[in-house]
């Protein structure tokens, strides 16, 4: 089944992820002091309209981080609260899991593609910041 | 390069494992499906089943647009394409985005709209895109292996044997 195994390498979805593990790894090999992160606030001045007033760059470091174990490892559980909530969402989904699942599948898959790319870029402006805070050039 | 994959392989619970079994699935009634013509006004609820194979109750009917089972092979090999192909195909025209190409925006819960860029709201869209895409995934990874059972019972009996 070689030309199967060559398809799935191929796969969009794959590689929307392995781009992200690809950056994120890089952001993980290049933070050596992810201390340094804390209390630092995340200011996009740049492309974002609403700062992020909730979680410094050490949290925003370590959410990529356990985003990137789900996506290499599987399913984690998170916690109820979470759970809960999307609970709610998907069960509102339902009748379109059984009438819809193209739509379903577009609408995840898309929005799927969509959070993986913003992930990625600001993996990679936190490595660029992280590189600003320690008087690296880059 | 090889590393992620082989990282997933042992966790059946990975999304990519979920992509791959559907890939492999929407591949394996691509292969079998030799003459899908035949496939034509053949309707997909089993009408005359002398041993219910699989049609338990538990087995959802397919109350979906596609009557025949041709239009619903047709269905999963576009979406088996999208998964390989979506990536570049949404680069290509620029990043459009897959939602406004394929989905009907007042039925679904608008999730992405406004607050992208929230930290915590990522991580949440990340879980629930996620989560819901494996749920897809499984339910079609089942219908187009039942797809293929059915032809290869019903219809791919009298030509060639595989």
């Not at chain 1, 593990?21 to 290049?30: A, F, H, K, L, Y």
């Not at chain 1, 898309?110 to 913003?118: E, I, K, N, R, Y």
């Not at chain 2, 492999?24 to 309707?43: F, G, K, Q, Y």
Request: charged share 25%; proline share 4%; glycine share 6%.
């Amino acid at each position: 089944m070689q030309s199967a195994d060559a398809k799935l390498s191929r796969s969009s979805l794959q590689l929307a992820l392995r781009r992200y593990s690809s950056v994120v790894r890089d952001m993980e090999q290049t933070v050596l002091l992810p201390s340094l992160l804390r209390d630092v606030p995340y200011d996009e001045a740049a492309d974002c309209e609403a700062a992020d007033n909730n979680m410094d760059l050490y949290e925003y470091y370590l959410m990529l981080k356990a985003i990137k174990n789900t996506v290499e490892s599987g399913l984690i559980p998170h916690d109820d609260a979470k759970a809960k909530n999307q609970a709610a969402l998907h069960k509102g989904l339902e009748p379109l899991l059984e009438a819809q699942p193209e739509a379903l599948f577009h609408f995840h898959l898309g929005g799927l593609f969509t959070v993986m790319a913003t992930l990625a870029k600001k993996s990679q402006n936190l490595t660029e910041k992280y590189l600003d805070i320690i008087g690296v050039s880059h | 390069m090889m590393q992620l994959s082989n990282d997933t392989q042992s966790n059946k619970h990975s999304l990519l494992n979920v992509m791959n079994r559907f890939i492999a699935a929407a591949n394996n009634m691509d292969e079998t499906i030799m003459v899908p013509s035949l496939l034509r006004d053949v309707p997909l609820e089993e009408q005359d089943s002398q041993a219910s194979v699989g049609h338990n109750n538990n087995d959802p009917p397919f109350p979906s647009k596609q009557r025949d089972m041709y239009e619903h092979y047709l269905l999963l090999k576009s979406l088996k394409n999208d998964m390989e192909w979506g990536l570049l195909k949404r680069e290509m025209s620029g990043g459009a985005s897959f939602l406004e190409m394929a989905v009907k925006q007042e039925e679904l819960p608008q999730v992405n709209g406004g607050a992208t860029e929230e930290g915590s709201d990522l991580e949440g869209q990340f879980h629930y895109h996620l989560h819901g895409l494996f749920a897809v995934l499984s339910k079609l990874t089942v219908q187009a292996d039942h797809l293929t059972n059915r032809y290869k019972r019903e219809i791919g009996g009298g030509s060639l044997l595989r």
